[in-house]
C-alpha cells in the first residue's frame, strides 16, 4: 500500500506561481511511475503531466508545456510540481498519482493507468 500526500496549494494572482509537493509512503518509490491530475468544479479529472519510473522521461499536457515542470526527488520519495504564469482557468484541486510499473521508460497519461492517488490540494488563481 502506498500514500500519496500533496501540499502546497494557495491562493495567487493570475501569472503568479505555486509548487506543489508529494511525498510517498513506502519505500518502493523507485519503482513507481508518477503524475499530477487536476480536477475544476464541474469538469473530469484531466492530466497535466508525468515522470516515468526513471525519471527520464516526462510528459505534459498541451496546454501547460513551458509553463509546468514535474521533477522527483527519490532520496525524499517526493514529486512536485511547479507552476508558473498561472491561469485563472487552472484553478482546481491538484491530484498526486502513482502506479507500480516494470519499465523504466514508460509515461502514464491517463487516470486508470494509476493505482495510487493522493487526497488533492486546492489551487486557487484569482484574475
Known amino acids: 500500500q502506498v500514500q500519496l500526500v500533496e501540499s502546497g496549494g494557495g491562493l495567487v494572482q493570475a501569472g503568479g506561481s505555486l509548487r506543489l509537493s508529494c511525498v510517498a509512503s513506502?519505500?518502493?518509490?523507485?519503482?513507481?511511475?508518477m503524475g499530477w491530475f487536476r480536477q475544476a468544479p464541474g469538469k473530469e479529472r484531466e492530466f497535466v503531466a508525468a515522470?516515468?519510473?526513471?525519471?527520464?522521461?516526462?510528459y505534459y499536457a498541451d496546454s501547460v508545456k513551458g509553463r509546468f515542470t514535474i521533477s522527483r526527488e527519490n532520496a525524499k520519495n517526493t514529486v512536485y510540481l511547479q507552476m508558473n504564469s498561472l491561469k485563472p482557468e487552472e484553478t482546481a484541486v491538484y491530484y498526486c498519482?502513482?502506479?507500480?510499473?516494470?519499465?523504466?521508460?514508460?509515461?502514464?497519461?491517463?487516470?486508470?493507468?494509476?493505482?495510487?492517488w493522493g487526497q488533492g490540494t486546492q489551487g486557487t488563481v484569482a484574475s
Open positions: 513506502g519505500r518502493t518509490f523507485r519503482s513507481f511511475a
Open positions: 498519482a502513482a502506479t507500480s510499473t516494470p519499465i523504466l521508460g514508460f509515461v502514464l497519461v491517463h487516470t486508470t493507468q494509476y493505482d495510487y
Open positions: 515522470f516515468s519510473r526513471s525519471g527520464g522521461s516526462s
